[in-house]
């Protein structure tokens, strides 16, 4: 059973910074992508950044440049830095892992952001 815990929310002025975490556990090999979603109240839930089986990672335009992701292939990991926060990156952040048909997501971690 894999289970993704992701971890490092919480409540930030704007221009702060934060670093998420998302702990893998279970069969996650380096061929799963795994990715940051992120969900506003009231918004549907959005792609943030994506990491390919030992490639770069790829980011949304409303944050690159501002958010790197980070994958630690033997931790089983993965890491968002997000800097320069604005109060539009308020959301509930999520991990996502997905092969082929099988994908799995995180509990989420609240991420605030405040003038």
């Known amino acids: 059973q894999v289970q993704l815990v992701e971890s490092g929310g919480g409540l930030v002025q704007t221009g702060g910074s934060l670093t998420l975490s998302c702990a893998a556990s279970?069969?996650?090999?380096?061929?799963?992508?795994m990715a940051w979603f992120r969900q506003a109240p009231g918004k549907e839930r959005e792609w943030v950044a994506s990491?390919?089986?030992?490639?770069?990672?790829d980011y949304a335009d409303s944050v690159k440049g501002r958010f790197t992701m980070r994958r630690v292939y033997t931790e089983n990991a993965v890491y968002l830095q997000m800097n320069n926060l604005q109060l539009e990156d308020t959301a509930v952040y999520y991990c996502?892992?997905?092969?082929?048909?099988?994908?799995?997501w995180g509990q989420g971690t609240q991420v605030t952001v405040s003038s």
């Open positions: 279970g069969i996650i090999s380096d061929a799963y992508t």
């Open positions: 996502y892992a997905v092969q082929g048909r099988a994908n799995y």
């Open positions: 990491i390919m089986a030992r490639d770069d990672a």
